[in-house]
């Protein structure tokens, strides 16, 4: 799955699974707000980025909203 999110102030696509309730995200990559032009993702931007912000450093990212490490996972092919 994938999801807008704020990592270290800047506007991302976050790449993530779900396990037993847990968040376990694959990767980002930064975006411009400029690219999503229609009203519908400029809504999901919006409310995505209220549930998703987090701080990137050394393959850890720090969840702002729950305060919580959550390390970087390879994805599963």
């Known amino acids: 799955m994938w999801s ?3 990592i270290n102030n800047r506007l ?3 790449f993530f699974t779900k396990k037993r309730g847990k968040l376990l995200i694959n990767g980002h990559c930064y975006v411009e707000k400029s690219e999503y032009k229609t009203k ?3 809504k999901e931007i919006k409310e995505d980025i209220k549930k998703y912000k987090f701080t990137y450093r050394n393959k850890i990212y720090r969840d702002k909203i729950k305060n919580i490490k959550i ?3 390879p994805f599963d092919w």
């Open 12 to 14: 991302t696509e976050i």
């Open 40 to 42: 519908k993702e400029q």
């Open 71 to 73: 390390s970087l996972t």
């Open 4 to 6: 807008f999110a704020i």
